[in-house]
């Protein structure tokens, strides 16, 4: 089943959960949830179109990714284990085109930069990654490389033909699509220097599956996430392992697990799924700063927001959980009571008061 919303896809329905502002080393941060402080409010937000059962283009399995043409909200994409990538008209609700695979599909993405491409990556349980084109309507690439299934695809947000792939067989690929030989790097999790523990001359980037994949939103680093408890981040560029140290972060997802970053904070963090929970961490320096608790069931999505500064994730549970900060707080002191702009979000602009 598939709900066409205004903010999200998919899901029964949204809880606002307003984030107190959080006063770290000296300096606001983004808002964070904690336990005690949670006001929960549920919001009315049916579902504009709901794609139910009975509809003749609906999904049969699992949907597992979907995702707004980055042009124009005309058009969305979504994938599913049904084998199917589907190309939806929003004005009418009809497929304009349907991508037949002979594998399940785990992932798919669309560039958020390309101006000279329209093409789509798909990761599927087959090791091919495959690129369809929007404008020709077939399959008209596919990069060989990996060993086992493709969990997750990401494109960069810096360069439009960057592709990054993430698979079972525990590395991460970066690829440039006009080249031949479309391979750049290999992630390797050691820099290249032989594991005196484990022995490995693969260049792997876990010692597990590879099921998540996010860049910052500059695209100069990639973050990866798998199934041996490990968040790493790289640079784009070069492929060496920064060596951030995130602690352990639980991860037994089978299938892509989407995790996110923020975009406009300073600090900048990233938003991981933990269990039934959301871990925050600092992007740079790996410092776990909280855990957002309201879902009740494992979180498989977490999506940002950043024109307001909006983390909305949904899980299991059937829940969307719209996490939203609160701009203002109110400070009192013995004369009056003022309103205080998070400094996140003050005007840096000079005024004609502040010459002279």
């Excluded at 009975?54 to 949907?63: E, Y």
């Excluded at 990761?123 to 493709?150: A, W």
């Excluded at 069931?297 to 899980?315: K, T």
């Amino acid at each position: 089943m598939l709900y066409l919303q205004s903010c999200l896809f998919c899901g029964k329905r949204i809880l606002k959960c307003t984030l107190p502002e959080v006063l770290v080393d000296n300096e606001y941060v983004f808002p964070v949830l904690l336990a005690a402080m949670w006001n929960k409010e549920e919001i009315k937000a049916p579902a504009l179109f709901p794609l139910l059962e009975s509809h003749p283009d609906v999904h049969k399995f699992s949907v597992e990714t979907v995702q707004w043409y980055p042009h124009d909200t005309g058009m969305f994409t979504s994938s599913s284990f049904d084998k199917t990538l589907k190309i939806w008209d929003t004005n009418t609700l009809q497929t304009a085109d349907v991508f037949n695979f002979e594998e399940t599909v785990y992932s798919h993405h669309m560039s958020p930069v390309a101006t000279k491409h329209c093409l789509i990556a798909v990761g599927t349980k087959s090791p091919k990654v495959q690129l369809c084109d929007l404008k020709s309507g077939s399959c008209s690439h596919i990069l060989q490389g990996h060993r086992q299934e493709i969990l997750a695809v990401s494109w960069s947000p810096r360069h439009e033909y960057i592709l990054a792939t993430a698979s079972a067989d525990s590395r991460v690929k970066l690829w440039d699509v006009r080249r031949a030989s479309a391979c750049l790097i290999s992630l390797d999790q050691h820099n290249g220097k032989k594991s005196e523990v484990f022995g490995e001359t693969a260049k792997t980037a876990h010692n597990g599956r590879v099921n998540g994949l996010c860049f910052t939103s500059d695209g100069l680093h990639l973050l990866t996430f798998g199934t041996d408890d490990r968040i790493r981040l790289w640079n784009s560029s070069s492929g060496e392992n920064t060596l951030v140290n995130y602690g352990k972060v639980y991860n037994d997802s089978r299938k892509g697990l989407k995790f996110t970053v923020s975009h406009g904070c300073s600090p900048e963090f990233v938003f991981v799924p933990y269990s039934s929970t959301i871990a925050i961490y600092t992007v740079y320096s790996g410092d776990l700063r909280t855990m957002l608790r309201g879902h009740y069931s494992s979180i498989d999505c977490c999506v940002f927001q950043p024109n307001f500064q909006e983390l909305y994730s949904s899980g299991r549970d059937g829940n969307i959980l719209a996490w939203v900060p609160s701009l203002r707080e109110t400070e009192s002191d013995d004369t009056s009571e003022k309103q205080c702009l998070n400094p996140a979000y003050e005007d840096a602009w000079s005024g004609s008061d502040d010459d002279g």
